[in-house]
Nanobody, 125 residues
Framework: QVQLVESGGGLVQAEGSLRLACVAS????????MGWFRQAPGKEREFVAV??????????ADSVKGRFTITISRDNAKNTVYLQMNSLKPEDTAVYYC????????????????WGQGTQVTVSS
């Protein structure tokens, strides 16, 4: 069992930056691929990025790569995965979720085993 707790969301002005963090409980964190998803009001949950268990492999959704600078990373010693977002835009406003899964590269939310409660990111214009 893995429990995930996100933090780092908040209100930021357009072109600002945020770094989200997701801390996992349990001693098997480094066996999971970790993903970030987001869900805006009235929209489906959207894949953002995923990182392999080792941190060597990362993959980003095409929909976010060109819209703002984004970097996923992890620190297995701290059981934490990060999402650094720069040059944010109002359309990036959403609840951001981290998720743990067995398969690296999954972009579908139902392929992840464990989820955090989400952290709200609001970007003002």
């Amino acid at each position: 069992q893995v429990q995930l707790v996100e933090s780092g969301g908040g209100l930021v002005q357009a072109e600002g930056s945020l770094r989200l963090a997701c801390v996992a409980s349990g001693r098997t964190f480094n066996t999971y691929a970790m993903g970030w998803f987001r869900q805006a009001p009235g929209k489906e949950r959207e894949f953002v990025a995923v990182i392999s268990w080792s941190g060597r492999l990362t993959y980003y959704a095409d929909s976010v790569k060109g819209r703002f600078t984004i970097t996923i990373s992890r620190d297995n010693a701290k059981n934490t995965v990060y999402l650094q977002m720069n040059s944010l835009k109002p359309e990036d406003t959403a609840v951001y979720y981290c998720a743990a899964g067995y398969k690296y590269g999954s972009t579908k939310w139902d392929e992840y085993e464990y989820w955090g409660q989400g952290t709200q990111v609001t970007v003002s214009s």
